[in-house]
């Protein structure tokens, strides 16, 4: 006897019957009642039945759900066995398990539809295309033809149609730039060749008068993200996070120990059928459905997503000049140009500030609006509401998308108005926008002084700056030794004091100041503490190895480990702070071969725990234990840092291996006074030279002048005595003249 087909998540099917009976008229008003993928499956003989498309709000929506049959038996506990080999993944090797994968295909010929839609088997069948061929492929392809629109809608057949175009897609890449791998040669004279590109094409088609159903549909939405995706050639979005792709609760089925563990899909290039096939996608979404019902999925949960997703794929892909088509999504969202107050444009945006799902669409139009519309919005709208956007927990991530658009004179004007506001942001924990805020100064070029100044204000204690109020920290231990903040503050709070934390430290100046100063006045007790707490031990790791901190703060933080190190490397959190001091040691060479010597004595320990072995590698101790000269030789000279620096005796000049000396970048204080002294004698020496140089220059000219005098003089002296011959004997010449007048 065939089992009861069980689904899923039963508690929760059973709580909504409950809100349904307690409200009966939440049900009674419902615009589309959904058929429920939990009702009783339909007898078989519906199969015979063609399915009726009826048309809800003018949205066209698919028939019942088709009944595919159930498997039996032997047949549930053959592929429950072959699931749980899959998942163990013990394989001699990837040949073994190819001949395993391709028996159950055999066993599943036929069976393929019932696995998709089975509760039971249908992560066996995800597992399948996640190692299949692209043969195994295509062929599984071909079986799901024609049933898509109906696999889409199915909570567990729906993942399985996620994964098959996943790893299908790169195959019409493959096929793309080898075509002859798209037809290869076949002995059946009946097997029907198909490339990948058409069964995409195919599908598409087959889906094409559903769509604006399927964009709202629980299950199918997902699916259409990702096919969109795959047309657009678009890496896919990791999991996690604020995706609009995959689910927050989306189970995630792999292969351990696996070269595949997951559905991965990276940029490539797509046909341009494809893009083609995208844009007949988006342009038909719009031209079948009007602005009003447009405008509300933007609210919608499930039609917020496709709609995000589906507007920045027109406006990357397609250009800035698809915003000025009146069939576009964006004009059908923003039809009035320019957007001014009182029009339904304004009233669309001012719905969307402050709303939960809404906010996310106008997050998506101000990061891929083309410059000309996202200046008449942020004017319009934005401009002189920066600090209140600010305060708002919903706004806010829309002002944080508006800070990464603006020019330089904007953000010195938006900084000056959420700057007065820094002390309410503080107080409601909105520390986001300020580290947005920081990242976007410091890339414009804005001072970010004002916001230090506040920040200290804000977070300042009787000693100042205090970093332990950033990171949401008590200052001391209760009574009996336990900490008393345990639920004061929510983990996401802590991580973005953290975030914070390390933003203001890549500032160099004030702001970073900050954190460096506060992290120095800290005592031996509240460092440990920092460096135990999960998010706040990143804070202090990101100081250690921070390129504005310097050797001083480095070398006050680091002795504070001492007589702590080895508990610290057992810790999850401290053995990456213990990590970090590695790479903090630059210039520090003597408090690197300290921090060993105490890894050394706990080996022990260290040995017998996962992340102690990972410290003890990452350390190289099994050098230190074998060849403890070789370790410091390593350590001095390279120790796979760039960044090292001498030991403190090191002048910072390059000498002999014995000597165990190297260049330095970060120097102590009695190696910068040395190096200040030699600098100043070799410049004393320097113009000691060159006046001397002077002074012989000066006196060779002298010597060289005075010879120049001696040599005119005598020529002086030579031509007055042939002046003086020539003038007597002109005188003698004269008197004889006269003596022959007088005779």
Excluded at 612 to 619: C, E, K, L, P, T
């Amino acid at each position: 006897m065939p089992k009861e087909n069980r689904k899923r998540g039963r508690r929760e099917e059973q709580k909504k019957r409950k809100w349904e009976h307690d409200n009966p008229e939440a049900t009674s008003t419902s615009k589309r009642p959904r058929n429920s993928v939990h009702e009783e499956v339909a007898p078989q003989e519906n199969l015979a039945e063609p399915f009726q498309d009826g048309a809800i709000d003018g949205v066209t929506s698919p028939g019942a759900m088709p009944f595919y049959g159930m498997l039996d038996e032997d047949e549930q506990e053959y592929f429950k066995r072959a699931d749980e080999m899959l998942e163990l993944n013990q394989f001699d090797g990837p040949d073994e398990r190819n001949l395993f994968i391709e028996s159950v295909y055999k066993e599943a010929d036929g069976k393929e539809l019932k696995l998709a839609n089975s509760q039971s088997c249908s992560r066996l069948m995800e597992r399948l295309i996640l190692l299949s061929t692209p043969k195994q492929l295509k062929d599984l392809f071909q079986k799901f033809s024609g049933h898509f629109v109906h696999l889409v809608q199915h909570r567990f057949a729906s993942h399985c149609c996620e994964a098959l175009f996943i790893q299908a897609a790169p195959v019409v890449t493959q096929e793309l730039a080898k075509p002859e791998l798209a037809t290869p040669p076949s002995s059946d004279p009946n097997h029907v060749i198909a490339t990948m590109e058409n069964l995409f094409l195919f599908t598409l088609d087959e889906l094409e008068g559903y769509l604006g159903y399927l964009i709202t549909e629980r299950f199918a939405s997902h699916v259409l993200r990702v096919l969109l995706v795959v047309l657009a050639g678009v890496p896919l979005e990791k999991q996690g996070g604020r995706s609009t792709l995959h689910s927050k609760k989306k189970e995630k089925v792999g292969i351990p120990g696996s070269e595949k563990q997951e559905l991965v899909l990276g940029e490539r290039k797509v046909p341009q059928s494809f893009l083609d096939a995208l844009q007949k996608v988006l342009n038909d979404s719009v031209v079948n459905l009007d602005a009003s019902y447009l405008q509300l999925l933007a609210i919608h949960p499930t039609g917020n997503p496709t709609l995000q997703l589906m507007l920045k794929l027109e406006l990357t892909l397609f250009g800035k000049t698809k915003a000025k088509d009146e069939n576009s999504i964006i004009r059908k969202l923003l039809p009035d140009d320019p957007i001014k107050e009182d029009t339904p444009s304004a009233s669309f945006i001012n719905g969307l500030v402050y709303d939960v799902v809404g906010s996310r669409l106008l997050e998506t139009i101000i990061e891929h609006a083309p410059g000309k519309l996202f200046k008449s919005i942020y004017r319009q709208f934005f401009q002189s509401r920066m600090g209140s956007l600010a305060r708002n927990e919903i706004a806010g991530y829309v002002a944080g998308k508006i800070l990464e658009r603006l020019s330089k004179d904007d953000l010195e004007e938006a900084m000056r108005q959420i700057n007065e506001q820094i002390s309410n942001l503080v107080e409601r924990n909105r520390t986001a926008i300020i580290k947005t805020l920081i990242e976007r100064c410091c890339a414009r070029g804005v001072d970010t002084v004002p916001i230090a100044a506040q920040l200290e204000k804000a977070y300042g204690g009787s000693s100042g700056f205090e970093i332990t109020r950033l990171l949401k920290l008590g200052e001391a231990p209760s009574d009996d030794g336990k900490t008393r903040d345990k639920h004061e503050h929510s983990q996401p709070d802590k991580v973005h004091g953290s975030l914070l934390a390390q933003t203001m430290m890549t500032v160099d100046g004030p702001l970073g100041n900050l954190v460096f100063d506060s992290f120095t006045r800290l005592g031996d007790y509240m460092t440990l503490r920092i460096a135990r707490y999960p998010a706040a031990s990143r804070t202090l790791q990101a100081a250690l190895v921070s390129p504005n901190a310097t050797v001083i703060f480095r070398r006050k933080v680091i002795q504070q480990f001492y007589g702590h190190v080895g508990e610290l490397a057992l810790d999850p959190a401290g053995s990456h702070v213990i990590d970090s001091v590695w790479e903090g040691t630059a210039g520090l060479a003597f408090i690197r071969e300290r921090i060993a010597e105490e890894l050394a004595e706990n080996e022990a320990s260290l040995r017998e725990s996962h992340v102690g072995r990972a410290v003890w590698r990452n350390w190289r101790m099994d050098l230190y234990r074998r060849c403890r000269a070789d370790w410091v030789k390593q350590a001095r000279w390279t120790a796979g840092n760039d960044g090292f620096q001498s030991f403190p005796e090191s002048n910072g000049e390059v000498t002999s291996p014995s000597q165990g000396r190297k260049v330095g970048g970060h120097l102590s204080a009695i190696e910068l006074a040395r190096k200040k002294w030699a600098e100043t004698q070799a410049v004393k020496a320097k113009l000691d030279t060159e006046k001397a140089k002077r002074e012989a220059a000066q006196a060779k000219k002298e010597s060289k002048e005075s010879k120049k005098d001696d040599k005119k003089e005598s020529k002086r002296e030579k031509s007055g005595t042939h002046e003086s011959g020539r003038s007597s004997s002109s005188k003698g010449k004269e008197k004889a003249k006269a003596s022959v007048a007088a005779h």
